[in-house]
């Protein structure tokens, strides 16, 4: 598949509804140990092992972007959460596997 034949398909799909802990709080993704840049999106999983953001690209439409747990840092973005959608605390959630598991990181 090319990357214009994937984009297509990205443009003309919506977001499946997912089955997980869903949130709908306003998050920020970034890597734990590579590049600064951070993906911003509505928390729509949150599992052991994946992070899902729903987003709006303008070029896309509405995108679902899934980010594994291990190497992630997951961030609730101030001041952006929605009204009455609950206000989650990741930190916890955000640390390397073997801290959050009791082991040094």
Known sequence: MTQDEALTIARNS???ALDGD??????AVTADDFGTEKTVGTLARLTADEITLHRHDPALGDIAVHFPRIGYRIQREQGAMEPGLGGGDYSALSRPAAAAAGGRP
Do not use: E
């Open 22 to 27: 869903t949130t709908g709080d306003r998050v």
């Open 14 to 16: 919506q977001p499946a």
